[in-house]
């Protein structure tokens, strides 16, 4: 069993738990995701991770609650246990295995949206603790749906924060941010990395490409099983058909075929609502809904 050592709600629709992992944490990497299962024979759960303490024996996750599953595990709490989680899966950032000379001269920009700052904030903080110089552009819908404002500002040379509605920092898009962060304030990045949202992701490559700026994008937000088995991750990238699960989760944001992977997003919209009625029926008949088990 793993525990839960620490909640806390980041906002009242996402949750960050630190869990005891000990070996997870000696192993994991920036960009690498694991497998959260919360009771013998539950679902498996793939989620980004979003730091880890080699020390504490500790890795942390961020979930945001947007349907059965993921609301089953913003209800746990500090003491209770995941029945499994198995990882590190997935590739390490390529920065992890670049020559410390060519690091020495690269420049990071991270776009991070909503939920999606989370794992952005390990590659930073990997980064930082290198010496590279990083820049963050943290985007939501309102400030009050901002997360890892402090902590990304201990890691981070220049922190940028971007609201839809204009309610905090930049009013507008990443994109209009990025645009106007190389054309107007003259900043020159080597290397951008976006993560959240995969219509930002897609718009945030378009525009790195017309910037002339090399964009890494994860397509974390696709996986299922974690393993490559049940294809529901596959995409087209480079004109070739990659498992972003067992190959990614990060790739070239030039190469991905974004619309094809929101077509694949959208799949699993029909089956996602069916299990959400059903839970919300069960509530209502007074039954104990627990890991998706009725008692």
């Known amino acids: 069993m793993f525990e839960i050592v620490s909640k806390e709600m980041l906002s009242p629709a996402i949750c960050r738990m630190k869990i005891h992992a000990p070996r997870l944490a000696s192993s994991a990497q920036p960009g690498q995701f694991l497998i ?44 209770d246990s995941f029945s499994d989680v198995a990882g590190p899966l997935g ?93 107007e304030d003259g900043k020159k990045y080597t290397q951008a990395v976006a993560i959240g949202p995969m219509i930002m992701m897609k718009f945030a490559s378009l525009t790195a490409k017309k910037l002339g700026l090399p964009i890494i994008v994860s397509l974390n937000t696709l996986m299922v099983d974690g393993t490559g088995m049940c294809g529901a991750c596959r995409v087209t990238v480079g004109g070739k058909t990659r498992f972003a699960c067992v190959e990614g989760p990060e790739f070239d944001g030039y190469e991905v075929d974004f619309d094809e992977a929101m077509r694949r997003q959208g799949m699993y919209r029909t089956q996602e609502h069916e299990a959400e009625v059903e839970y919300e029926h069960e509530c209502r008949l007074g039954k104990t809904v627990i890991n998706g088990r009725t008692e």
């Open 91 to 183: 590739q390490p950032s390529e920065f992890v295995d670049m020559d410390r000379k060519e690091l020495a001269e690269a420049r990071y920009i991270f776009i991070g949206g909503g939920v999606g700052t989370a794992p952005v904030y390990p590659q930073v903080k990997y980064l930082h603790s290198l010496g590279v110089p990083v820049d963050v552009i943290i985007g939501a819908k309102t400030s009050e749906l901002i997360i890892y404002r402090e902590q990304m500002k201990a890691v981070c040379d220049n922190l940028y924060i971007c609201t839809d509605d204009g309610s905090e920092g930049f009013h507008g898009m990443v994109t209009g941010l990025l645009e106007k962060l190389v054309i």
């Open 36 to 79: 959260v299962i919360p009771e013998d024979h539950g679902e498996r759960i793939p989620l980004t991770i979003s730091d880890y303490d080699r020390e504490e024996g500790t890795v942390t996750i961020v979930t945001q609650r947007i349907g059965v599953s993921t609301g089953e595990i913003c209800s746990l709490n500090e003491g």
